[in-house]
């Protein structure tokens, strides 16, 4: 925490997993009440068999609390791990999506080998009461203009940086109306980080490459994308 304030990060949007993760973040936001604000959500790769008893619960939290939460998140689609939960993985994800427009919030959505049935849910559900942030955004050009239309957007972590990704490709296109900067800590720490375990101050990395490669200065980038995210999540 100490690294990130130092770095200039000066809130925390953190994403809820399953039930073991829930207690650590409230944990954490009553330790920094003024950087972080916390999302609700159940992560695909944690839609098992009982999804729907987890959902019942969550649900019961939002109801009572509304403003506890900036974002229904992390919700989504994961084909890497396993192929055979897709269908309830797609009805965990419209219940979720149902909260956003019941609660006015937006998301924090996870896609991993699933942009197929990832944009036919969207487009599905697409309306102007529906928006958030593809979390992680590794789609291509015409994805990401079509997430655009929607009103949707783009989050931009540490592979943005890595020599192979086409992230900032994509970027030099659709500009950074619709970009917020994000970690995915501890996962995928930006270069020259990588391998290592991620950590909040490395945002500031990912804003400094962004700038390099889009001929903007690190303050256009880190203006722009901040002021996205506060739009985004009312922070």
Same mark, same amino acid.
């Not at 649900?59 to 084909?79: K, R, S």
């Not at 019941?102 to 896609?111: A, C, D, E, T, Y």
């Not at 049935?117 to 990401?144: K, N, W, Y």
């Not at 783009?154 to 490709?169: N, Q, R, S, Y």
């Given at each position: #925490? ?9 809130? #925390? ?105 990832? #944009? !036919? ?100 980038? !880190? ?13």
């Amino acid at each position: #925490m100490a690294r990130a304030f130092a770095a200039g990060v000066s809130h #925390m949007l953190l994403p809820n997993v399953n039930d073991e993760s829930l207690p650590r973040m409230q944990a954490l936001q009553a330790r920094y009440p003024e950087a972080v604000r916390l999302m609700l959500g159940l992560h695909p790769c944690d839609v098992q068999e009982d999804w729907e008893g987890v959902l019942d619960r969550y649900e019961a939290l939002w109801e009572a609390n509304p403003e506890a939460f900036v974002a229904v998140g992390e919700i989504g689609l994961d084909l890497y791990w396993d192929k055979s939960t897709l269908d309830r993985q797609i009805q965990a994800l419209h219940r979720q999506l149902d909260w956003c427009i019941r609660f006015q919030k937006p998301f924090s959505m996870h896609v991993r080998e699933a942009w197929g049935p990832t #944009m !036919d849910v969207l487009r599905q559900r697409a309306c102007p009461e529906l928006s958030g942030v593809l979390h992680c955004f590794t789609g291509s050009l015409e994805i990401a203009q079509e997430l655009i239309a929607m009103g949707h957007h783009l989050g931009i972590g540490g592979v943005a940086t890595f020599k192979t990704a086409k992230v900032v490709d994509v970027l030099a296109v659709v500009g950074l109306d619709h970009v917020v900067l994000e970690t995915d800590s501890p996962y995928l720490a930006p270069t020259p980080y990588r391998g290592q375990r991620n950590e909040s101050a490395y945002v500031r990395r990912v804003a400094e490459h962004l700038a390099d490669h889009l001929g903007l200065t690190f303050q256009e980038v !880190d203006r722009v994308t901040s002021d996205n995210a506060r739009r985004i999540f009312h922070v």
